[in-house]
């Protein structure tokens, strides 16, 4: 696992996940702007780590679908503080090894699923910003947001195309 501090300034971090070597326009817009950047797996190309990192500090773990030699150096979770608040990422949300709650996370964002979710369990926020990648199934194409200020966080999710 991976440890990085974003600095104090920070207030909006960008989240993706799914994008399967798949960087759309309307996810460069929708991000344009973040103070950083979360990106929760299946990324499948460092061309697309490459793209996000132009746009802010970049923070990101390996998904079921990222192999060869470029995806060995990611992990499979990381940790980050935001301000006040401890966030936990990680691709598949089975695949979490711990009680967030008990290790001080206030935010666990995973990917996996392709369906975008916000939920609050035992004072843990459990983001998944949906599939920004191709469109699986009926599912929308779509990206999310953290807002963080001091120990506040709340998260939203949008559709990049209408």
């Known amino acids: 696992m991976t440890s990085r501090r974003v600095p104090s ?4 971090i960008g989240l993706i996940s799914d994008t399967h ?3 759309r326009p309307e996810a460069m817009r ?5 103070d950083a950047i979360i990106h929760a ?3 499948c190309n460092t061309d697309v780590l490459d793209k996000l990192a132009k746009i802010a500090p970049l923070t990101a773990v390996r998904g079921n679908n990222d192999s060869g030699e470029w995806a060995a150096s ?3 979770h990381a940790r980050l503080t935001v301000q ?3 966030i ?3 691709h598949d949300i089975a695949d979490l090894d711990c009680a967030p709650r008990d290790e001080g996370v206030r935010v666990v964002v995973s990917g996996h699923s392709h369906k975008p979710s916000i939920a609050e369990r035992d004072g843990v926020l459990y983001v998944n910003p949906g599939s920004a990648g191709p469109r699986r ?3 929308p194409v779509c990206a999310g947001t953290l807002m963080v200020e001091g120990e506040q966080v709340r998260a939203t999710f949008d559709s990049l195309l209408t």
């Open 9 to 12: 300034t920070a207030t909006r």
């Open 21 to 23: 070597n798949l960087v």
């Open 30 to 34: 929708y991000l344009d702007g973040c």
């Open 41 to 43: 797996g299946d990324i």
């Open 74 to 76: 990611l992990p499979t």
């Open 84 to 86: 006040q608040v401890t």
């Open 88 to 90: 936990l990422v990680v």
């Open 137 to 139: 199934f009926k599912l």
